[in-house]
């Protein structure tokens, strides 16, 4: 699946790293940046954002 991006834990810290190959597009890096939050998206009939605290865990 090309939208499939993969998170580790690594010596204690998450990082989320980038799909290096799409067979596609050549805009895909294999890049690792520190994970600092996530957003889950759906679609609505209306615009709406929730701001969570710190502590909701998915």
């Known amino acids: ?5 993969d998170i580790r834990i690594e010596n204690g810290k998450v990082y989320a790293y980038g799909s290096a190959w799409s067979g596609k597009k050549h805009c895909y890096k294999n ?6 939050g996530i957003v889950r ?5 209306f615009n709406k954002i929730k701001m969570n605290s710190p502590t909701v865990t998915v």
């Open 1 to 5: 699946m090309e939208n499939e991006k």
């Open 31 to 36: 890049e690792k940046y520190p994970l600092v």
């Open 41 to 45: 998206l759906s679609q609505a009939p």
